[in-house]
């Protein structure tokens, strides 16, 4: 998709035609540098006017029923029905609502976007899942939080940082294999001059196990890269200071 300048991306999986799920590129936008383009979040130092505007025009380009619902994203647990919610500061790293016109989203600068729906298209959520997150089971949060039988969703993984680039140290493979052995295969050994301990996590991989431990197999996306493609997509670990991009989620 592409209007005014934006671009977004929407998942390629078998959901209702009246669920509509996207997630943007930087493309686009009022802000300037370093968060030139669609910056989404008003968390990162950019100017709150530029924000505001850009989400404006993400609101109209996208012809949203309603103004998304903007977390305040802790890496935690929490999963919230937005539904009816006033607040503009809900700490949670999860929405969800089974009410169409209600637009559910997540900023992402390297973390995990995930977009869920159920077949009958009944009701959607929007989830954060950076490792500390998914390690700490936001995913089996909001698959509980679903209340559907696991067979019955379907889930995209939007864009994150890609298991060539993602470093983590020895003590985050560890919470992942004592959870479940298996999540070794989701770590490769990378040597550093200095002998520290350092491996190359596979977020996406780590997000499916979790998943199919839970039931859910019709698990979509994975494909991206927010490091390794500047001109797509934000990424705090490549840049240090920059914007965010978002996936939204809502019923018509």
């Known amino acids: 998709m ?3 300048g934006i671009k977004t991306l929407s998942p390629d ?9 996207v997630s943007t590129l930087r493309a686009g936008g009022v802000s300037g540098s370093p968060y030139q383009g669609l910056n989404l979040g008003d ?25 998304p619902i903007w977390l305040k994203q802790v890496h ?32 992402t600068a390297d973390c995990l976007p995930l977009l869920f729906c159920d077949r009958q298209g009944t009701r959607v959520a929007a989830v954060h899942a950076g490792w500390r997150g998914l390690a700490a ?30 470093e983590v140290g020895a003590e985050v493979r560890d919470i992942f294999i004592a959870h479940d052995r298996a999540a070794q295969q989701a770590f490769h050994y990378r040597p550093q001059p200095s002998g520290r301990d ?7 991989l780590l997000a499916r196990m979790r998943l199919q431990l839970l039931g859910v ?4 996306g994975g494909q991206y890269c ?10 705090y670990r490549r840049d240090g200071v920059t914007g965010r991009q978002a996936s939204l989620i809502w019923m018509v």
């Open 198 to 204: 350092c491996y190359l996590a596979d977020i996406y």
């Open 76 to 107: 935690g647990t929490s999963v919230i029905e937005v539904a009816g919610i006033q607040s503009l500061d809900i700490e949670a790293d999860a929405a969800l609502t089974t009410q169409s016109g209600i637009v559910c989203a997540v900023l």
């Open 43 to 67: 968390h990162v130092g950019d100017d709150l006017i530029a924000v505001g505007e850009n989400r404006r025009r993400l609101e109209q380009t996208l012809k949203l029923p309603s103004s």
């Open 2 to 4: 592409c209007a005014n």
């Open 13 to 21: 999986w078998p959901a209702p035609e009246w669920v509509q799920a």
């Open 217 to 220: 197999e019709a698990i979509y």
């Open 226 to 235: 927010t490091y390794s493609d500047s001109a797509a997509f934000y990424s």
């Open 137 to 166: 089971g936001i995913v089996e949060s909001a698959v509980q939080a679903l209340a559907v039988p696991a067979d019955d969703l379907l889930v995209w993984l939007g864009p994150a940082i890609g298991s060539a680039v993602f």
